[in-house]
């Protein structure tokens, strides 16, 4: 869209162009601290995953070997209580939410006979116990990088589009304007000097 070549017009235009540049360090300085938030977690998401991994495999075989002393255990897998207390919430950090998971802490109360349990069981329900506290953290990790990729990208998507449209177009237009402007001071004073020697003629 043309912008008629008036002083007004001139201001405006420069005062959108300095908004513009401001809103690009803006975004690109939000992408670089969340990018490197995002990396961060990143490490820690794959170092929780290796001990979620080692915790698993300590759960299964002492679950096996509870199989193997006492027989099957699905009848006193059905004794223990399901968990319905994992919620939810979310905090805002830049804009990004951010989400927050909790759970009530595993219950310290037996729900099965000792007399036709042993240690074995014991030891592979608290290593459950354990597996499901990091798979929360897990979940809760994931998340957070999920949404803080997705806030990245669209943040990258909106400085890219300053940088590369919109301050080139306020720039381009600044141009025009200077220069059509220097253009009509030319002309007025070439018509002045014109008067001028009309006068004095």
Not at 52 to 77: C, P, Q, R
Not at 104 to 121: E, F, I, K, M
Not at 138 to 167: C, G, H, S
């Amino acid at each position: 869209m043309a912008v008629l070549p008036t002083k007004g017009n001139l201001i405006a235009t420069k005062h959108s162009l300095e908004l513009a540049t401001t809103g690009y360090e803006l975004m690109d300085r939000k992408r670089n601290i969340l990018t490197r938030e995002m990396m961060g977690l990143i490490s820690e998401a794959e170092a929780l995953q290796s001990r979620i991994d080692s915790t698993f495999t300590e759960a299964y075989d002492a679950l096996m070997l509870a199989n193997i002393t006492m027989g099957k255990t699905i009848h006193v897998a059905e004794s223990v209580p399901i968990d319905n207390s994992v919620e939810i919430r979310y905090r805002s950090v830049m804009g990004v939410e951010i989400p927050t998971v909790s759970a009530d802490p595993p219950s310290q109360r037996v729900t099965y006979g000792l007399s036709v349990t042993n240690s074995a069981l014991d030891e592979a329900l608290m290593k459950f116990h354990k597996v499901k506290e990091l798979t929360k953290e897990l979940a809760e990790m994931e998340n957070t990088i999920y949404r803080l990729a997705f806030t990245i990208k669209k943040t990258q998507k909106r400085a890219n589009a300053l940088r590369n449209i919109v301050i080139p177009g306020y720039q381009s237009t600044i141009a025009l304007i200077t220069e059509a402007l220097e253009e009509k001071e030319r002309e007025e004073f070439s018509r002045l000097k014109v008067i001028k020697a009309k006068k004095n003629a």
